[in-house]
């Protein structure tokens, strides 16, 4: 049964208030289980990860999150592909305001990163966005188009500054004990 409105909103802040600062991976394993529209098996969220409207975001198996990212799912979904590794201090935005609305209205879209891409540290990710299988996004790049499978990605705007070349076989196997 889906939760309600109400409760969906008490169980987010309940999350972002208390539950992501908790060491336990087990306590925040559980309620991500509830909280997420879908949790793939080893995925991992450390401590201090922001999630906005959770149940729009889904994390695929062995993904990892690491600490003090954000990821904005109000009104639009991120999809999280598996193998994927979101360094420290990411913000991937599903929302932003309209510069030319005279309301300030919000615009949006769904942000997707597909398998085996590498999300380098304090990366912004704005909505419309797909990232490609095995793509890397270079630490501090702004990423505003979609970014092709196995591209490398830098600089405000991203820019393609490479291409990968290793046939992305890899698990990630990543749970430690306080983080």
Same mark, same amino acid.
């Given at each position: 049964m889906p939760m309600s409105s109400r409760l969906q909103k008490r169980a987010r802040d309940a999350w972002n208030l208390l539950f992501c600062h908790i060491p336990s991976r087990r306590v925040r394993r559980f309620w991500l289980r509830h909280l997420l529209a879908h949790l793939g098996e080893g995925a991992f969220v450390t401590l201090h990860v922001e999630i906005k409207e959770p149940w729009s975001v889904s994390l695929g198996a062995r993904s990892? /999150?690491?600490?003090?990212?954000? @990821?904005?799912?109000?009104?639009?979904?991120?999809?999280?592909? =598996?193998? /994927?590794? $979101?360094?420290?201090?990411?913000?991937?935005?599903? @929302? =932003?305001?309209? $510069?030319? !609305?005279?309301?300030?209205?919000?615009?949006?879209g769904r942000v997707t990163i =597909?398998?085996?891409?590498?999300? !380098?540290?304090?990366?912004? $990710? @704005?909505p419309? /966005?797909? $990232?490609?299988?095995? &793509?890397? /996004? &270079?630490a501090g790049a702004v990423v505003t188009k979609d970014v092709p499978a196995k591209a490398v990605v830098a600089g405000v705007p991203a820019r393609l500054i490479g291409q990968r070349k290793n046939r992305l076989e890899y698990k990630f196997e990543y749970s430690p004990l306080f983080r």
């Open positions: 990892v /999150v690491m600490p003090h990212c954000i @990821l904005d799912g109000r009104g639009y979904p991120i999809t999280v592909g =598996e193998d /994927v590794a $979101i360094s420290d201090h990411t913000h991937i935005w599903t @929302l =932003e305001h309209d $510069i030319e !609305a005279d309301d300030f209205a919000t615009k949006g =597909e398998d085996h891409a590498w999300i !380098a540290s304090r990366v912004t $990710i @704005l419309n /966005v797909t $990232i490609g299988r095995g &793509a890397v /996004v &270079a």
